[in-house]
């Protein structure tokens, strides 16, 4: 799978994670949620931040598509 790129988070001084993905807010934590993701992030930050954004892709777009119940 190709990795993420683009991802980075800003800690505010409230306890507030935002996460950007080129530039643009992809996604907002707050309280417990930011709490675990600064747990998390050390790990594989680019990866974690898609998982948590849901800004990465599972390698079935194609074969969905041409699923009979997406068709048009």
Partial sequence: MAE?????Y???ADGTVVITHHGR?????R???AAQFLAE???DPQLV????????RRGNERQARRHPRNRT
Wanted: proline residues 0%.
């Fill in 31 to 33: 309280g417990g949620r």
């Fill in 49 to 56: 931040m898609a998982r948590w954004t849901g800004n990465y």
């Fill in 25 to 29: 807010v992809a996604g907002t934590l």
């Fill in 41 to 43: 992030v050390d790990d």
């Fill in 4 to 8: 993420a790129q683009g991802f980075a």
């Fill in 10 to 12: 800003a800690e505010r």
